[in-house]
């Protein structure tokens, strides 16, 4: 399958190169004329329509191998906002929702827009996943005043869904995964990250992540009865009569996005693991530099991750600008960590931070994309490491 590889370059790649951080290649709708040729002529352009729903099955019976169900959203924050407000009640119990301060302001705005507060927890040293003594520590301190429990899949890294299905269960405090950039990980077993979830576990099909189309979400779990509530609250909380029987909202995938998720499904396996091979050259490349653990066999990445050593956390801002200067584009994710954003120093409570803190400072995000040869990594790596003795 042709997926805009460029050909094997010598080890010289052209020092005028750019390299941005990230390189969006979502299916070519102009490569598509036939198939939107045929939208039109169905007449259905939204509403779960026709690829819509050969999407949802199609992505059960590849990604999930038969197991569970699933629902298309618009976007994966709304997803998360579905899957909350259905898992809490209208009106939930408890007033916070657990989280790590270490991803992405999504999960926490949507938390907000269910009318909860965020709790921020600590994240594991080594995997960069929620720390699980850190979370149970505020379950303890918080009890019944935590109303979910969100963890995030951080960089697509596979949470350890049995614990958190056991801690929801003793704890009687619902659960939802943000599994945003996790589409085409793949579990230490080899399963679909998420597959046999039985809460929900919620997805991301924007451009920016390893599954990428334009913009658009799943939301996936094992009971099909949930996803069919989850469905209505998706299209206004109206039942097949059109009356309104819950509370809904309009987060529904077009038939046109649906369109572009259905070809990146056919090639996510290869550019899932393509991406990770990147990753485990950058980590041979840079061999003084801290990696992520992966807790699972794949993660499906957006950018290549490392930590810079511990004195040069005061350079990062230098290495990025001389790392720019040179043509290549890098960041920080997730670095200011959400407890440092303005907005939710006022509207949300933090318990300790101090990995996190530490972790986010030395941050550094490279360029990982379907485009990018290893002669691209090389050339990026030995860029890196001279901005690094620079600095
Ligand atoms: C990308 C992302 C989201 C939001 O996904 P959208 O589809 O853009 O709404 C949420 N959480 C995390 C961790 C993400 O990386």
């Not at 959203?73 to 998360?80: F, K, R």
């Not at 720390?131 to 505020?138: C, K, Q, R, V, W």
């Not at 509370?247 to 649906?258: D, H, Q």
Request: aromatic content about 8%.
């Amino acid at each position: 399958m042709e997926i805009g590889i460029s050909p094997v370059q010598s080890p010289l790649v052209s020092p005028a190169l750019h390299i941005p951080l990230l390189a969006p290649r979502p299916p070519r709708l102009s490569a598509l004329g036939h198939e939107l040729e045929e939208i039109e002529q169905s007449g259905q352009f939204s509403n779960f329509g026709p690829v819509n729903s050969r999407f949802e099955s199609e992505i059960i019976s590849k990604m999930f191998r038969g197991t569970g169900a699933c629902v298309t959203v618009a976007n994966a924050t709304l997803g998360l906002m579905l899957a909350i407000k259905q898992a809490t009640g209208w009106r939930p119990r408890g007033k916070y929702a657990l989280m790590p301060s270490f991803t992405f302001t999504a999960t926490a705005q949507a938390a907000l827009w269910c009318g909860l507060t965020p709790l921020f927890c600590d994240i594991d040293r080594d995997t960069w996943l929620p720390d699980a003594a850190a979370e149970e520590a505020l379950l303890r301190q918080y009890g019944e005043d935590v109303a979910v429990i969100m963890p995030n899949a951080t960089y697509g890294n596979c949470l350890d869904l049995a614990r958190y299905e056991q801690l929801s269960r003793e704890s009687g405090i619902p659960l939802v995964i943000d599994a945003a950039a996790g589409l085409g990980s793949l579990q230490m077993n080899g399963d679909a990250f998420g597959r046999g979830s039985t809460a929900p576990a919620v997805f991301s099909m924007h451009a920016t992540k390893c599954f990428a189309t334009g913009e658009g979400g799943l939301i996936y779990c094992t009971d099909p009865e949930r996803i069919a509530t989850l469905r209505r609250m998706a299209g206004f909380g109206l039942d097949a009569a059109r009356i309104t029987v819950m509370p809904g909202i309009n987060a529904k995938l077009s038939e046109v996005s649906a369109l572009q998720a259905l070809e990146k499904l056919q090639e996510i396996g290869l550019i899932a693991r393509r991406r990770a091979a990147l990753q485990r050259l950058y980590a041979r490349l840079l061999p003084g530099f801290t990696f992520q653990i992966l807790a699972g066999r794949q993660s499906a990445l957006q950018f290549a991750s490392v930590l810079l050593p511990n004195h040069l956390r005061p350079k990062r801002a230098q290495i990025l600008i001389e790392l720019a200067r040179q043509g290549i584009g890098a960041g920080h994710y997730f670095s200011p960590h959400l407890a440092e954003h303005p907005y939710y120093r006022e509207h949300a409570v933090s318990g300790r931070l101090e990995v996190t803190q530490e972790i986010s400072e030395r941050m550094i995000s490279l360029p990982i994309s379907d485009k990018l040869t290893k002669a691209h990594v090389h050339h990026i790596c030995s860029l890196f490491i001279h901005a690094c003795r620079e600095a």
